[in-house]
């Protein structure tokens, strides 16, 4: 594929509903990360899976949020009962590598805005 | 807890000088340094790794384990350098910490 594929890349919900955002990493990529971005902040990390494994959660904010990738490939970020704190654009990333440090591939982000 | 600072939140020089942008972390082990550039209407991506010691378009990085710095410098900027640079140390378990990033303006 071209790259890591996030859809869809801006979502407007309102307070209160449920919004679920879609990663497609690089094909045979072992690694993915979600990251939130804040308006004038760097990537906050939020979440990473090696394989279908989640890792490491410690950045999700909440259990407001969810982050899934049942077959090892393809993940969503599930946000409950959204708040406008929320709002921030959303960044998945691959990385080949498994438990080395390896550079990341970004998407593109889902910028995500809650009325 | 793991900290990466970059002091300059703008950075504005003119074309054919040169540049460095500052980066500090505050990490337990030894982590490996990455720098990442956002183009604008570009995603992010990697610019360089201090591992592979590359110097990619022009670009080098020096990691100073007693300083704690891993400086981002070009001899001769360009215009098309003009973008936001992330630093961002990642643990062996490949999480990164992102700096706030430093906007880089190269006037003609």
């Known amino acids: 594929g071209a790259g890591v594929s996030q859809s869809p890349r801006y979502k407007v919900a309102k307070r209160g509903q449920d919004v679920a955002l879609r990663c497609d990493p690089i094909?045979?990529?072992?690694?993915l990360f979600w990251y939130q971005q804040a308006l004038g902040q760097g990537p906050e990390f939020l979440t990473y899976?090696?394989?279908?494994?989640?890792?490491?959660k410690s950045g999700l904010p909440s259990d407001r949020f969810f982050a899934e990738r049942p077959e090892g490939s393809v993940s969503t970020l599930k946000i409950q009962r959204t708040q406008q704190e929320d709002s921030a654009v959303y960044l998945c990333?691959?990385?080949?590598?498994?438990?080395?440090?390896?550079?990341?591939?970004f998407g593109d982000g889902t910028r995500l805005s809650i009325l | 807890a793991q900290r990466v600072t970059q002091p300059e939140k703008l950075l504005s020089v003119f074309k054919g000088a040169p540049v460095e942008l500052k980066c500090n972390y505050s990490?337990?082990?030894?982590?490996?340094l990455f720098w990442y550039v956002q183009y604008s209407r570009q995603r992010l991506q990697l610019l360089l790794r201090?591992?592979s010691r590359e110097s990619i378009k022009g670009f080098t990085a020096d990691l100073n384990k007693g300083e704690t710095s891993f400086h981002l410098k070009k001899p001769f900027a360009q215009e098309e350098d003009s973008a936001m640079y992330y630093c961002?140390?990642?643990?062996?378990?490949?999480?990164?910490?992102f700096g706030d990033g430093t906007t880089l303006t190269v006037k003609p």
């Open positions: 990333a691959s990385s080949l590598a498994g438990a080395v440090a390896g550079p990341q591939h």
């Open positions: 094909s045979g990529h072992v690694s």
């Open positions: 899976f090696q394989n279908e494994a989640q890792l490491d």
């Open positions: 990490y337990s082990g030894s982590p490996e």
């Open positions: 201090h591992i």
């Open positions: 961002a140390p990642n643990t062996n378990a490949g999480k990164s910490t």
